[in-house]
C-alpha cells in the first residue's frame, strides 16, 4: 500500500495485532481495494484541484478488524466526497461522474465481496467535521468458516469465487 507512489497523500494502514485470517480469492480481493484505493486518491486529486492551498494534505485510512461475527474493511478518504445526488446508483456498471471514469470499479466490487458472500457499502467519512468532506466505502466479509461448512457453500453457489484450500492471512 505504502508504494503506491503518492507522495502528497498519506495512506495509513491499520491492522489488528493477531492477523485476521479468510477464506478468500487473493487476486479478486486484490482488485477490489485496488479500486478502492484509486476512487479514493481520485477524490482526493480532485479536491486538491478544486481549491486549496491552505495546506490541505489527502489521506486514506484502510482498517481492518474482526470479531466472532465479522470481518470490517473499511476504506476512509478525505476527498471531495460522494456525489449528493445518484448515490444509491453509484454501485451500477457505468454510472460515473468522473470524466475519464468508465463507472466499473465500484460494479467490480461489488460483485467480489457478493462473490465472497459480503456486503458493501458506501457512506459520508466520520471525519465530516473534522476534515470537511471524504468517503468511508465499508466492506463485511463472514468470518473464517470451518473447512466442511466452507464446502457446502462451494456446493450451493456455482458461481462462488474460488476460494483458496486454506485460510490466508488478509
Ligand atoms: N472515494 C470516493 N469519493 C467520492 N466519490 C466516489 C468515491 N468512490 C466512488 N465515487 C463516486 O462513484 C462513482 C463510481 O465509481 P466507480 O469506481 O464505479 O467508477 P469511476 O471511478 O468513475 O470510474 P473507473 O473506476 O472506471 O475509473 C465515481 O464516478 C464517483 O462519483
Ligand atoms: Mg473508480
Excluded at 95 to 112: E, N, P, S
Amino acid at each position: 500500500m505504502q508504494q503506491v507512489g503518492h507522495s502528497d497523500v498519506d495512506i495509513n494502514l491499520a491492522l489488528p495485532k493477531t492477523p485476521v485470517m479468510a477464506m478468500l480469492d487473493r487476486r479478486l480481493m486484490t482488485q477490489a481495494l485496488t479500486n478502492l484505493v484509486k476512487n479514493a486518491l481520485e477524490s482526493i486529486e480532485a479536491r486538491q484541484q478544486k481549491s486549496e492551498k491552505d495546506g490541505f494534505r489527502g489521506a486514506i485510512d484502510v482498517i481492518l478488524k474482526s470479531n466472532s461475527k465479522r470481518i470490517r474493511l473499511k476504506v476512509i478518504d478525505n476527498g471531495i466526497g460522494l456525489p449528493q445526488e445518484k448515490r444509491s446508483r453509484l454501485f451500477e456498471p457505468y454510472m460515473t461522474t468522473r470524466d475519464k471514469g468508465t463507472g466499473l470499479g465500484l460494479a467490480i466490487v461489488k460483485k467480489i465481496v457478493e462473490e465472497h458472500s459480503g456486503t458493501v457499502l458506501l457512506n459520508d467519512t466520520p471525519y465530516k467535521k473534522k476534515q470537511g468532506s471524504g468517503a468511508m466505502v465499508t466492506i463485511d466479509l463472514p468470518p473464517q468458516e470451518s473447512k466442511s461448512q466452507d464446502a457446502e457453500v462451494g456446493k450451493k453457489k456455482d458461481r462462488q469465487a474460488k476460494k483458496p484450500d486454506q485460510p490466508v492471512a488478509v
